[in-house]
């Protein structure tokens, strides 16, 4: 027994990496190798619970999570997106690339309501890719990588649940953390946006037939409502009207409201879809949470944050030498973990490292959080390619082909981002945040 305690910590990280390649759930598998540890270390087994009391259910601002799930998934069942596409081709549908471009504005604009990558390409994403494949007007492979690359804004752009998780294990404050992601956001739209524009001229890809600006006042109106979802939660933090989790709950009783009486298209049986859909969603985030706390505590008794620590200061490393090794290790993650198990689990281990290297704290998530959305996008993983594939039946390799444009130019902004910190912390200072 003596020498299961003495290697406690190598059996979990072993029985962590089985199980998980097993085919175990990441949530799951964290659980289990972290009572495995506490029981192959002698500690008191309650610790597991007393982790995930603490942790996540005593946490007011992991509350925030489910009910922004919950208002996406309104917002994709009541149908708000068909307002959004009209509304944003009316806009930029005659610029070239039109529908490529809309699909990009359009993504900025669902990014203001959901939170989510995934819900922005399984909502309006789905929609704008097949208009764009429709009759061949696009080719498929570009049509799904535009997509997939814009729905990486909604992370980025508040609200943002991968800021919230972010937010709950830095103790950095969640309004600071949106506010920062809102120029990041605003600059990968317009990077994108020319991107797209030069490369329909060289390629040739169709321009939109122009919507007469006589009938514009009329299709804002009909979108405005959805529209005000992002001001009201900007507005609303912004000014300290509410917290950036009472603000996921106004977001997700606005969308209902938008949904039932506004637009009357969600009746009672799409409610309970809903309801089931965001149940199911915010269980297994539950779980990769519960298992990412019990871990974490395992990790923290083990001392492997002051180790990492020791190791970063040995190399003598300056804070952006440090930010651009972060880079590196996190895009080269990005190819095979998912975000929440890179977030909970491996950020935890480098703050006190940036930390004590002056690095601001909300300027490290924002950048990490948008180099965590670039692998969504980066094979193999790539978990965007595949739910468009599922969606709209694109082959991933197709895809392949075209989303390296797309990567050189997120790559690209990230390190702008990195080198030049006042684009993320402008705003939070000028809201009083920082």
């Known amino acids: 027994m003596e020498f299961f305690a003495d290697n406690a910590l190598l059996l979990m990280i072993g ?19 972290s009572v495995f540890y506490l029981l192959m270390a002698g500690r008191d087994i309650g610790l597991a619970a007393e982790n ?7 946490n007011f601002v992991a509350l925030a999570v489910p009910l922004f799930i919950f208002a996406a998934n309104i917002m994709n069942a009541g149908k708000v997106s068909d307002r959004l596409l009209t509304f944003a081709l009316a806009l930029v549908g005659r610029v070239p690339g039109g529908l490529a471009q809309v699909n990009i504005l359009t993504s900025l604009i669902f990014s203001g309501m959901s939170g989510s990558a995934i819900s922005d390409a399984a909502g309006v994403g789905k929609v704008i890719t097949d208009m764009m494949t429709k009759d061949g007007r696009y080719p498929r492979g570009f049509a799904g990588a535009i997509t997939a690359t814009s729905a990486v804004i909604g992370p980025i752009f508040p609200p943002s649940i991968p800021m ?40 040739g890809f169709p321009v939109e037939a122009a919507i007469p600006w006589r009938t514009f006042p009329l299709v804002f109106l009909r979108a405005a409502p ?17 917290t950036p989790t009472e603000a996921a709950a106004v977001s997700a009783f606005y969308a209902l409201l938008l949904s039932v009486f506004a637009y ?12 089931r859909a965001t149940v199911r969603t915010t269980a297994v985030v539950t779980i990769v ?40 290790l996190y895009l080269a993650m990005g190819c095979f973990l998912d975000v929440s198990t890179i977030m909970l689990v491996v950020t935890p281990l480098f703050l006190p490292s940036a930390a ?18 670039i692998g969504l996008i980066t094979p193999p993983y790539g978990i965007l390619l595949f739910i468009i594939k599922a969606l709209n039946g694109i082959p991933v390799s197709e895809m392949i082909r075209e989303v390296w444009v797309f990567l ?21 200072r000028a809201a009083g945040m920082l």
């Open 356 to 373: 004590a290297l002056g690095i601001d704290l909300t300027h490290l998530g924002v950048v990490l959080v948008f180099n965590m959305m």
């Open 264 to 275: 009357r298209v969600l009746g009672l049986r799409e409610f309970l879809d809903v309801v």
């Open 164 to 203: 919230v998780f972010y937010a709950l294990i830095s103790s950095t404050s969640v309004g600071a953390l949106f506010l920062g992601g809102v120029v990041p956001a605003l600059l990968l739209v317009v990077v994108l946006g020319v991107s797209v524009m030069i490369m329909a001229k060289v390629r």
């Open 408 to 428: 050189a130019i997120l790559i690209a902004l990230l390190m702008v981002l990195t080198f030049v910190p006042e684009l993320v912390l402008w705003l939070p």
């Open 289 to 328: 949470l519960c298992g990412a706390f019990i871990f974490n505590y395992v990790v923290t008794v083990e001392r492997v944050p002051a180790s990492v620590f020791a190791f970063f200061d040995s190399m003598d490393l300056s804070a952006i030498q440090l930010l651009i090794l972060l880079n590196l």
């Open 226 to 242: 959805a529209l005000m979802m992002p001001a009201i939660l900007l507005g609303g933090i912004y000014t300290g009207v509410f």
């Open 52 to 58: 995930v009391l603490n942790g996540v259910f005593g």
């Open 15 to 33: 029985l962590l990496v089985m199980t998980t390649v097993a085919g175990l759930p990441m949530g799951l598998a964290m659980i289990v190798s």
